[in-house]
């Protein structure tokens, strides 16, 4: 059997136990969404956002990109941000790395890895920034899972110096914003930093893109 049929398969086995369990599941799956999450996260396919949270489809608004990060460039994740936070009025933003991120061991190697170079290279900037601290840990393992933490923590900054949020910090004192680590090997999420409204300053940035 070819692979793809075995995900059609899946899908009519899914959408049969849905209804039975509760006949008006997809008619009340069709009116409008109503997330009170955007996730931001790694586009790896071992961290689906409602898989590791146990959550139903319509709790969370995802995004997913390499390494989860939130850059002032990319016009796709500004706009996913614009729509869940001034249109669907999102309570929460996770941004959700992973330790074992592919993405973020190739940032940390000279290799050449083509085109992706250009997207690595604001990870590059995360690891060059705390360059003399990761060295300080001599376990590799350890310096590793460390990036992925800082990495988590500087693209919650970013978040934070946006205008689509910054504006709706002042207007209705939400979105809250929170960093987290998934542990590949046991399962379980990490707490890496929280901001809510009010919380964050700076004396550079205000209203940055």
């Known amino acids: 059997m070819k692979e793809y049929k075995k995900l059609l398969l899946s899908n009519k086995a899914w959408a049969s136990e849905r209804l039975e369990l509760d006949p008006s599941y997809f008619d009340n ?19 689906p956002a409602e898989e590791i949270t146990h959550a139903d489809p319509g709790d969370i608004f995802v995004h997913r990109n390499v390494a989860n990060m939130v850059v002032h460039t990319d016009i796709n994740l500004l706009s996913v941000l614009q729509y869940a936070v001034e249109v669907l009025e999102v309570k929460h933003i996770i941004v959700c790395g992973h330790y074992n991120c592919g993405g973020v061991k190739a940032a940390m190697t000279n290799h050449d890895f083509g085109l992706i170079n250009k997207w690595l290279r604001n990870i590059k900037e995360v690891y060059e920034k705390h360059y003399t601290d990761l060295h300080e840990i001599a376990d590799e393992t350890a310096r590793f899972n460390r990036l992925v933490e800082l990495n988590v923590a500087e693209q919650i900054q970013n978040l934070a110096k946006t205008t689509i949020v910054q504006k709706a910090w002042e207007k209705r004192k939400f979105p809250h914003l929170h960093g987290w680590v ?25 209203y940055d893109f």
């Open 182 to 206: 998934f542990d590949i090997h046991h399962g379980e999420i990490k707490e890496v930093l929280n901001i809510n409204a009010g919380e964050w300053t700076s004396p550079v940035f205000h």
């Open 29 to 47: 799956l069709s009116k409008d969404q109503n997330p009170l999450f955007l996730w931001i996260g790694c586009a790896d396919s071992r961290v």
